[in-house]
């Protein structure tokens, strides 16, 4: 069964570095999304991606982040300078292009800023 | 804005207990909603999803249901078992994107 993907399972990073996550989405999806977690707290939605483009975003995702589809496969998240409020779990998404159907999500990667 | 409130927050019962977990959501206008179950520390396992013409999904021992003129859902659990324990989520989609938006779930204990 397809699944999508997500590496590392881990980081750890220091404060002030950049990082990148990365994602492969499920073959012949359409539509890419990012949340993230921190610990004790709700799922929250980050940025959406389609058609090679930002759809939406929320106000968590500041200029310190951005996302790319650099080949046919893998999305990415990239947090430029890392805060220690960085420290979250990372869920990539991604769905089909049909309206009633549903996101599968990946394992998610645990982002740790010291 | 969608917000999702689901309650209780946290519910403990004893193995073999048929139990009814609640979500609320602002905004009717979906097409479809999620459950989730999240185990500590873990990711987020899809459920079910409902469609918004549709009034109940079922799998296995789940059973999920979908108001969407009063903003509800709720996820049955039926005979519930130790392996049930974890955290479920309730997701509605919405805005253009049609992403998500998660409540604070309930966490469910299952005493054997």
């Known amino acids: 069964e397809p699944e999508v993907t997500q590496t590392p399972s881990h980081q750890v990073t220091q404060m002030g570095q950049e990082v990148i996550l990365r994602c492969v989405p499920i073959s012949n999806h359409l539509y890419f999304y990012w949340y993230r977690q921190i610990l004790g707290q709700k799922v929250e939605f980050l940025v959406s991606?389609?058609?090679?483009?930002?759809?939406?975003k929320s106000e968590i995702f500041d200029d310190q982040f951005s996302v790319e589809r650099p080949d046919g496969s893998n999305f990415t998240l990239k947090i430029r300078s890392t805060k220690l409020e960085d420290s979250a779990m990372y869920f990539c998404a991604s769905r089909s292009g049909r309206v009633y159907n549903e996101q599968f999500f990946g394992p998610g990667t645990r982002l740790t800023v010291l | 804005k969608q917000e999702v409130t689901q309650i209780p927050a946290a519910l403990s019962v004893p193995e073999g207990e048929n139990l009814v977990l609640n979500c609320s959501f602002t905004?009717?206008?979906?097409?479809?909603l999620q459950w989730f179950r999240q185990d500590p520390g873990k990711g987020l396992t899809s459920l079910l999803l409902i469609q918004s013409s549709q009034r109940e999904q079922t799998s296995g021992r789940l059973n999920a249901s979908l108001d969407k003129s009063s903003g509800r859902s709720t996820l049955y659990i039926a005979a519930s078992q130790p392996g049930d324990s974890a955290t479920y989520l309730c997701?509605?989609?919405?805005?253009?994107?049609?992403?998500?938006?998660f409540g604070s779930g309930t966490q469910l204990t299952v005493l054997p």
């Open positions: 905004d009717s206008a979906i097409y479809n």
């Open positions: 991606f389609y058609n090679n483009e930002i759809s939406e």
């Open positions: 997701a509605p989609p919405s805005g253009s994107a049609r992403q998500l938006t």
